[in-house]
């Protein structure tokens, strides 16, 4: 009797694969990433753009404090900018190693053009690639929050700031605040932004807007009470929120002690605080109840604004260096409060006699020894306080008494899978754009098939 020899059972192979003809349909409510738009302004050459420019006054700030002998905001600009450069340098080298090795030519340039060749994988592909995205992260959740923490407070010490540099302060506060939404929202979403936009939209816009507001009044509030107070005081309040994030990590907890410090954002919302429910099925997901560190989020809110407004410490906390200063109510009163109030009161007047087609009261000169400008931005900050943290207040104290995948840090399972669904969608559309850019790719996956079969056969 004759016993046939068993062999693997491989799918049956078609004898030929031509490129395809035609796209998939876009994926409902999934939008590819184009090179450049004009309306709105954006694109992925533009944020390209600002990412080089964003680097480069991060450095020329850090240069400008050492010159003005500020060594300790030159340290901590200079720490958060090299953390950042550091993981995109890394990731680079890491992912782009094979094309680095065969384009040839100093291996500096070539990592100083990967950015620019994964913004242009990204645009044929429609999507973000791996290192595209780990360069956005690096600037949206290392260098955004620590840089934007520095600079406005930086500004509300400035006396003589033109009209022009407040406008431009007051902007790069907004983008730190924009950037810092952005890279929180990655990790609401299980790394999966678009996806999750594409799916549920609404959700994704309202809780894109709380975190723009809760930012700007977190940037906001750093400025005020470094100035009425010290810087150290609020500092000291999110080394305290990284270690209520360490104690309610359940597995990881020296993954979350580096993330908690090198990602103030995570110290500035707590870790675990997902109100989505989304989190990927990976090992390094950080797993432990949200409310530990949503409840230190409002008592230290309330406890930075209670110091604000009731203490007066006319020679400061101690006789060492600038924490012997004037402190507390009077400084704010005469640093934020006064130029808030005379703001308010150029733009009545100044709205009232554009209504009556008169121009006389709409000269603003500032108050005291501040000029036009500091006088502006530092009402612009204060306001940006009082209107964001008591709303942050409000919508943190309303998620945990309603929301518990915030309260207690479970998954929504749901949502979860479908936000995976919506994944494969654009990753099957992604793939046939591509394969009728470059058919190529379509012959080159056929003959690695052909040559997988020749191997058993």
Not at 303 to 320: A, R, S
């Amino acid at each position: 009797m004759n016993i046939a020899r068993s062999s693997p059972q491989l799918p049956a192979r078609a004898e030929s694969e031509e490129p395809p003809a035609e796209e998939l349909p876009l994926p409902e409510g999934f939008t590819p990433l184009v090179g450049i738009k004009f309306c709105p302004p954006g694109g992925i050459y533009l944020l390209l753009f600002f990412w080089f420019l964003d680097n480069a006054t991060d450095l020329f700030q850090v240069v400008t404090f050492v010159r003005h002998g500020d060594s300790g905001f030159a340290i901590f600009v200079a720490f958060f900018v090299t953390a950042s450069v550091f993981v995109v340098a890394f990731v680079i080298v890491m992912s782009e190693s094979d094309s680095i090795h065969n384009r040839g030519g100093p291996i500096l340039c070539k990592v100083l053009l990967s950015p620019f060749n994964a913004a242009v994988a990204s645009i044929e592909s429609g999507k973000a690639s791996m290192t595209w995205g780990w360069i956005m992260r690096a600037e949206q959740q290392i260098e955004a929050p620590g840089t934007g923490l520095v600079a406005p407070y930086g500004m509300v010490l400035v006396s003589k700031l033109s009209l022009f540099q407040a406008l431009a302060a007051s902007y790069g506060l907004y983008s730190s605040c924009k950037a810092i939404a952005a890279g929180r929202m990655e990790n609401l979403s299980a790394e999966s932004p678009v996806e999750f936009n594409a799916v549920r939209p609404k959700l994704f816009a309202a809780i894109q807007l709380w975190l723009l507001l809760a930012s700007l009044g977190e940037l906001a509030l750093f400025a005020v009470v470094g100035r009425v107070l010290h810087p150290s005081v609020p500092i000291a309040m999110y080394l305290f929120a990284a270690a209520i994030n360490i104690h309610a990590e359940e597995v990881k907890k020296s993954d979350v002690c580096c993330q908690s410090v090198f990602m103030v954002a995570e110290s500035m919302f707590g870790l675990h605080n997902n109100p989505t429910g989304l989190k990927a099925v990976s090992k390094d997901v950080r797993t432990g109840p949200g409310w530990p560190a949503a409840s230190f989020l409002l008592v230290r809110l309330v406890v930075l604004v209670c110091l604000c407004l009731f203490p007066d410490l006319p020679n400061g906390m101690l006789p060492i260096a600038s924490l012997g200063r004037p402190m507390g109510s009077p400084v704010l009163e005469e640093e934020f409060l006064l130029p808030l109030r005379v703001a308010c009161n150029v733009a009545w007047n100044c709205s009232a006699s554009v209504l009556a087609h008169q121009f006389e009261n709409c000269t603003f000169d500032g108050v005291a020894e501040k000029s036009a400008g500091s006088t502006a931005f530092n009402a612009f900050v204060v306001a940006a306080a009082v209107v964001c943290v008591p709303l942050q207040v409000l919508i943190t104290l309303g998620q945990l008494c309603l929301n518990s995948h915030y309260r207690l840090g479970t998954s929504n399972q749901e949502l979860y899978d479908e936000v995976q669904r919506k994944k494969a969608e654009i990753e099957a559309w992604s793939e046939r754009h591509l394969d009728i850019l470059y058919p190529e790719r379509v012959r080159q996956r056929l003959m690695q098939r052909d040559g997988f079969y020749l191997g058993f056969e």
